[in-house]
């Protein structure tokens, strides 16, 4: 599944490091994520510039990491990707698979299939460095994305919960 998010940009970014995302009137860096059906990452990428949502897609899948699982040959995408990435994973053998909203209805509405993505997106904001971008370099802003990446796997697998404001210790899953 893919996903792109926009993020705002701290005063120590170049401009030339970062775009406008007119819909959302910020001005920032977008990030592009690929994830697997469980909601771990597979492939992220942060573009020079902010642009539309289709466009930077096609360069998460070719920059997908090798051991990338065969049989990974189906995606699941929203509306925005529709003109180029469809065409792109063709070429790449990639089935793609566009979910939509239900017509007619108002309001929130969890999409099926986009659930996952999205948590991930969440999970990436509780990381206190990547709830603003603050790296001058997009490379920097992938390593960090890998490093709350790997802090939620980790947890994951330990079953370990996050501290919260409001109890001071550590809770863990029985």
């Known amino acids: 599944m893919i996903d792109a998010q926009s993020v705002k940009t701290s005063t120590s970014v170049p401009a030339a490091g970062q775009g406008v995302d007119a819909g959302k009137k910020i001005v ?55 003109q180029h990435l469809v065409e792109h994973a063709a070429t790449l053998g990639i089935d793609m698979e566009i979910t939509a909203r239900t017509p007619g209805t108002r309001g929130f509405t969890p999409i099926p299939k986009r659930w996952a993505v999205e948590r991930t997106c969440d999970c990436l904001m509780l990381h206190r460095r990547l709830a603003r971008d603050y790296e001058t370099l997009s490379v920097r802003s992938e390593a960090m994305i890998h490093l709350a990446m790997t802090d939620l796997m980790a947890r994951r697998l330990t079953g370990e919960n996050t501290l919260s404001w409001r109890d001071p210790t550590p809770q863990t899953k029985q």
Do not use: F, H, M
């Open 28 to 82: 920032g860096r977008k990030r592009n994520i690929v994830t697997d059906t469980l909601g771990l990452l597979l492939a992220c990428w942060l573009p020079r510039q902010a642009c539309r949502t289709s466009s930077p897609a096609p360069g998460s899948w070719t920059r997908s990491p090798p051991n990338t699982p065969a049989c990974a040959r189906c995606g699941s995408v929203e509306g925005g990707y529709r």
